[in-house]
């Protein structure tokens, strides 16, 4: 008991001087490497304490080493940007004046139900809302809106409440999504006649397309 207590408080004392040096950056977890190396830190911990035949100085070794390593790759980020992108990568515009980047989707492995989920946590609920939105290091999605989907409100210039209609997607990667089209009561045909008034064949052409009460057909066509 003695024994096991004396490498908790070793281990504490050095998983905080780590963390100290390390400062926010480890905290914040911002890149896939900064979160993946705070997991390992702790288990490295974790693991060293609770095996019996590992001993103090062990312990203080393995996290002084791991936490030099990560030091390390801090400073090298700092001093040199072009190894910042390789170690850290670099944010993604995902959406540039109105249209989705396909080519960005596919270089971040995201499709567009994630994309979706992404800005719907940003209060977006259509794509048509967003002027450019870009997927930080962190993976978080950051949004700028077009100027008219921000502001100013219906409230700021006091006129009455219009009835809010959630965007519904009929089309993803050339796909029809049957299910939706069969919820707005449309067929194939009525979807494939709105596409032709904008100039498109076939929904294969299409990479994304949705229908917003009052506002119609929106599509994206692929950018490659």
């Not at 100290?20 to 905290?27: D, E, T």
């Not at 896939?32 to 390992?40: D, K, L, N, T």
């Not at 990560?70 to 170690?87: A, G, N, S």
């Not at 396909?102 to 492995?109: A, F, G, M, W, Y």
Request: with cysteine; glycine share 6%.
């Amino acid at each position: 008991m003695v024994h096991l207590t004396i490498e908790l408080i070793a281990g504490f004392i050095s998983l905080f001087c780590v963390t100290k040096m390390l400062g926010k950056v480890q905290i914040s977890q911002l890149t896939p490497f900064y979160f993946v190396s705070s997991i390992v830190l702790g288990e490295l911990l974790g693991n060293a304490v609770y095996d019996p035949e590992v001993g103090l100085l062990f312990i203080i070794y393995a996290i002084s080493l791991w936490g030099l390593m990560i030091y390390l790759v801090v400073k090298v980020t700092q001093k040199y940007p072009k190894m910042r992108e390789l170690l850290e990568g670099e944010p993604s515009i995902v959406i540039r004046n109105g249209v989705v980047s396909r080519k960005e989707l596919r270089k971040n492995n995201i499709d567009l139900n994630q994309l979706q989920n992404l800005l719907r946590h940003q209060d977006v609920f259509s794509v048509r809302e967003v002027a450019f939105a870009i997927l930080e290091t962190d993976g978080q999605l950051t949004v700028l809106k077009n100027w008219n989907d921000s502001t100013p409100t219906r409230g700021d210039m006091n006129l009455p409440l219009q009835p809010v209609h959630l965007p519904v997607t009929l089309i993803i990667d050339g796909k029809i999504l049957s299910d939706n089209l069969q919820a707005m009561g449309w067929t194939e045909q009525q979807l494939q006649s709105q596409l032709q008034t904008q100039g498109i064949q076939k929904p294969e052409d299409v990479f994304f397309a949705e229908w917003k009460e009052g506002e119609g057909l929106h599509v994206v066509q692929p950018d490659d």
